[in-house]
């Protein structure tokens, strides 16, 4: 059993930051990758920031410049910084984590989403 769980969502003005949070736990043998994605209402879900074990790190277009994301050693841990936000960045975020299980098979878990509200 493996979970994914975020937090650190909420309501915050145009302009402010936000930080989330990503764990991991359960039955992990090694975490290849996390990453962010975030889903608004009528829309499909985009990826915003991805991280690999190794280090490589990649955003989308329209956060580069703002969000940062980043990890511990062995990345049970992520975060994601949010900082200039825009009322377009309003949505559910969700984390999703590639990860090998002690079988040394490999799946995507995906956490409950965390919303992200950003109005005046």
């Known amino acids: 059993q493996v979970q994914v769980v975020e937090s650190g969502g909420g309501l915050v003005q145009p302009g402010g930051s936000l930080r989330l949070s990503c764990a991991a736990s359960?039955?992990?043998?090694?975490?290849?990758?996390m990453a962010w994605y975030r889903q608004a209402p009528g829309k499909q879900r985009e990826l915003v920031a991805h991280?690999?074990?190794?280090?490589?790190?990649n955003y989308a277009d329209s956060v580069k410049g703002r969000f940062t994301v980043s990890g511990d050693n062995a990345m049970n841990t992520v975060y994601l910084q949010m900082n200039s936000l825009k009322p377009e960045d309003t949505a559910v975020y969700y984390c999703k984590g590639t990860i090998v299980v002690p079988s040394t098979e490999v799946y995507d878990y995906w956490g409950q989403g965390t919303q992200v509200t950003v109005s005046s």
């Open positions: 359960g039955s992990i043998f090694i975490i290849h990758a």
């Open positions: 991280i690999t074990r190794g280090g490589l790190i």
